[in-house]
């Protein structure tokens, strides 16, 4: 079966609903007269091209038709106009939401995310008092205590189907029992062993790579909203970072002042306001993110281009000191643990500058730097790998060698790859769309390899 479009020509029925937006647009964008028809049919060919992209990373027509014009609205006036007059209803469709909220739309979403909050910090506070002096039991259920609750606020705003929040809400649950169940040695003075150590630093990995199926409203395979998510990450932190140095100054100065007068506000500081405020600042973070996306659209592209290259120069002075530091034998295993965080690092600052770039722009300044900036990160990693490999060799495995290799030779494969794919950006042989859909489709490589972590290095180094 088969339709003909406006222009005449013949488009599968399957493909008549997409034609007809296609249509509108063409219409709205005719209508104004400071446009040229070969304006028009320009926009028209960028437009497509997005959608074709979009609907190969896997979503529907109607999915992809308006995510593509609310980009070509980063580039045209007149499509922001049309995004904005027809398709705010669907667009909502995309994002799980059946209602853009009004004031009292608002009002109400802040007070479920307030409760929320307040319900951590009470869930903070008992298990506070039930750790009591065991440091550990706090460590461990750090990130259950207050993650499941920030996924819960997106599950409501998304109206996740329940099938999905019980799937992700039973691999949290076995999370928590492998953590709080395995028979973790401590060290002589009470610190986790290394199994232990690992299993608490890469659970919050996991957990946040399942916020994120939350945060998609159970869509994670597009590709569109993975990278929504990587969004929402950078901005989170920003925000975060903001309200960490609001709040240290407020209570800075509250605390000299009592202290002036004779209060000791210490105690009120450890027992009760830190228990509430941590996951109140996450919670609240989230919410301003969602309400106030634009304003950060903004300040991401200056940050990224104002840290890049100062990323670039780090990089580049590591490089140097490595390799003229000695045999890579002798390299500290406390810089090699360093330069894993550097590498991550880099990773977010690369995943945020695509977030924030316009991906109809033409290769510049700035995706060359990009360039420099992966090859720095792959220098650094390959010294990394080798002195890893021979520290391997001469002083046998451990789990921390063992869990560094991995997340080290993880790192390579995505470095190497995105290096692959800007190279052909920058001389014209790829688009965009090919880096974008690789970040995001490799983003799952990294929640598995926390998850063998956390599940597996406990039985296979016997829980040292």
């Known amino acids: 079966m088969s339709e003909q479009n406006a222009d005449g020509a013949v488009v599968p029925t399957e493909h008549a609903a997409l034609e007809e937006q296609f249509d509108q647009w063409r219409g709205y964008v005719q209508r104004r007269r400071a446009i040229s028809a070969a304006d028009v049919d320009e926009m028209e060919d960028h437009l497509r091209g997005q959608v074709n992209d979009l609907t190969a990373s896997g979503l529907d027509d109607e999915e992809a038709f308006l995510v593509a014009v609310k980009r070509m609205g980063n580039l045209d006036e007149v499509s922001r106009e049309f995004a904005r007059e027809h398709s705010d209803r669907l667009w909502k469709q995309l994002v799980l939401v059946p209602e853009e909220p009004g004031d009292g739309g608002r009002w109400r979403e802040l007070g479920v995310v307030l409760a929320l909050a307040v319900t951590a910090g009470i869930w903070v506070k008992i298990l506070l008092d ?18 499941p609750f920030l996924a819960g606020y997106f599950v409501w705003k998304r109206r996740v189907p329940w099938r999905i929040g019980a799937t992700l809400l039973a691999a949290t649950a076995v999370l928590a029992l492998v953590v709080n169940l395995y028979p973790f040695e401590s060290g002589p003075d009470g610190e986790p062993g290394m199994t232990l150590f690992l299993a608490i630093t890469h659970t919050p990995v996991v957990l946040w790579l399942l916020l994120g199926v939350v945060y998609a409203g159970g869509a994670w395979r597009s590709s569109a909203r993975r990278m929504d998510f990587v969004r929402f ?9 903001l309200i960490q140095l609001g709040g240290g100054l407020l209570i800075g100065l509250t605390f000299g002042v009592l202290d002036l007068v004779g209060v000791d506000f210490e105690p009120f500081l450890g027992d009760w306001l830190l228990p509430f405020a941590i996951p109140g600042a996450l919670l609240v973070g989230a919410w301003l993110v969602e309400a106030k996306k634009n304003v950060v659209e903004n300040i991401a592209p200056v940050l990224t281009r104002v840290f890049t290259p100062l990323t670039i120069v780090m990089l580049l002075a590591i490089f140097v000191v490595l390799l003229v530091n000695g045999p890579l034998t002798a390299v500290d295993r406390d810089l090699l643990i360093l330069m894993d965080a550097i590498l991550v690092l880099v990773l977010f600052l ?7 770039r316009d991906p109809h722009a033409p290769p510049g300044i700035f995706d060359w730097m990009q360039l420099v900036l992966l090859g720095a990160a792959l220098a650094v990693d390959a010294v990394a790998l080798t002195a890893m490999l021979t520290r391997i060799a001469e002083f046998g495995f451990t789990a921390n060698k063992v869990a560094a290799l ?3 030779l993880v790192l390579l494969v995505h470095l190497a ?4 794919l800007a190279t052909g950006f920058v001389r014209g042989q790829r688009t965009f769309g ?3 859909r690789w970040q995001t489709q490799y983003l799952p490589v990294y929640a598995v390899w926390a998850a063998i972590v956390v599940v597996a290095f406990g039985p296979i180094f016997g829980f040292v």
């Open 233 to 241: 990450t950078g901005e989170l932190i920003i925000y975060l970072a």
């Open 406 to 408: 991995g997340l080290n």
């Open 417 to 420: 790859w995105a290096a692959w």
């Open 434 to 436: 090919a880096i974008e």
């Open 350 to 356: 690369l995943l945020y500058s695509i977030s924030a």
């Open 130 to 147: 039930i750790a009591g002096d065991d440091e550990l039991v706090v460590v461990r259920n750090a990130s259950f205590a207050v993650l």
